[in-house]
């Protein structure tokens, strides 16, 4: 089945801070450079594996690239799971996966339709960028999502940090009092309900910055570089006199 992929995240939907030198207002730049040497030029870089600490082999791009592995548009699922089985901690990014071309839309369908009517997940490997993903395929509204998974070896241990949680059992009337507030509050997920105060804040002032920079041209206003003014209240001066030494 050939497939397309789309992101499922948008980038840029949080807010994200520039570092602005002060005195300028311009935007604060960083410089590559090497301890004992200085800044480096960008030709002079190489790629490098560290064998041990700070003993390096370097690799020529055209090494990097021979590994490289070629993009595929297609797609086979090896194995199909539980819907349930995967730990959520094993999941990368989503991606909508859409048929490349008319050809491939009966097939499309039929997949997804037997991924619902089964509630299983299929499980393959996908080629990204020159590398190559773990990848999970179930169905999502019309459609089909597919997600990258983390390998084994990049999921951390949970044992070392768990391991210092007491195992005695929990008291009877306490797991009665958390288990019925959990059973008042559950509803239908409904991921609206729930919005960032930090962004929705974040936004409304740089609104306001943005209109109060707007009025300079009528003379008034903030300046372009300049910091708003604080808002702490002034400290009062002390009225006590001090004592003459004796």
Known sequence: MAVELYSATKPGARISFRQIHEPSGKRIRYEKVVPGVGAVEKDEI??????????????????????????KKTFEMIQFVDACEIPPLYFDKPYYLV????LAQD???VIREALRASSKVGLGQITLRGKEYIAAVKPCNDGLLLETLHYEDEIRKADPLFSGISDEEVQEDLLDVATTLIEKKTAKFDISRFKDNYTVAMRDLMAALKKSLERTSDGGGRKPGKKAPSKRPAKKKSTSKKRKRA
């Open 46 to 71: 190489m790629k490098g594996y560290e064998l041990e600490k700070d003993n390096f082999v370097l690799l020529e791009p055209e090494e990097i690239d021979a590994v490289k592995l070629e993009s």
């Open 99 to 102: 048929p490349a071309d008319d």
């Open 107 to 109: 097939a499309y369908r």
